[in-house]
């Protein structure tokens, strides 16, 4: 699914549903990286018209997520708090370590495929919870986050290839994915998004 070379492994769901609350707990936390991901990116390279306009119109869906994720967890009871650390984010940004392409935007060229690694990992698991999320109401919301989370990492994509040029760009995303695929593999299946 959306360049993805692995598929979540099928116990994940299971580890899901068994702790949901968690799983919501996280998602709230990943909407936030991703709203904040956005705006760093727009300040960072505010020299691409195209970019600094998507992804600002990102940060504001990705803010919407936050408050939805919210009041979800304000529905259960759940309080929210800081994130922690995310092991599957962190070792795929080390994953880039030594070898980030030479190109004038090698590093945003890197920002944005990891991007849109992370969108189309939560856009797989997120069409899982569309199908077993634990009420009606959650499944028809996981199916619009699902379709939200293509649409991102479809413009993750294009913006990579716009930044450094279609060939570098596609070559890139594949070696990541690759790299991503591995990481999938030998990290524990948790209750979280990724």
């Known amino acids: 699914m959306l360049g993805l070379l692995t598929p979540t492994p099928a116990g994940w769901i299971d580890a899901a549903l068994s702790n949901f609350d968690a799983v919501l707990l996280d998602h709230f936390h990943c909407e936030l990286k991703a709203a904040s991901n956005g705006t760093a990116l727009v300040a960072r390279y505010p020299m691409f018209p195209r970019l600094v306009r998507t992804l600002s119109d990102l940060a504001r869906e990705e803010l919407e997520h936050v408050q939805q994720v919210h009041d979800e967890l304000q529905r259960r009871g759940i309080r929210a708090h800081p994130p922690g650390e995310d092991p599957y984010a962190i ?19 890197d920002r944005l495929s990891i991007g849109a690694l992370i969108e189309a990992r939560s856009c797989e698991r997120f069409a899982l919870l ?3 999320a634990p009420t ?10 699902f379709a939200s989370e293509a649409r991102h990492y479809r413009l993750f994509a294009s913006l990579a290839e716009e930044a450094a040029g279609e060939e570098l760009a596609r070559k890139r995303l594949a070696q990541l994915a690759e790299r991503e695929a591995e990481i999938v593999e030998r990290l524990p299946l948790e209750p979280r998004v990724h």
């Open 91 to 109: 070792a795929l940004r080390k994953s880039t370590q030594g070898d980030t392409p030479k190109s004038e935007y090698g590093a945003l060229l």
């Open 130 to 132: 569309k199908e077993h």
């Open 136 to 145: 009606e109401a959650l499944r028809a919301w996981y199916a619009e986050l």
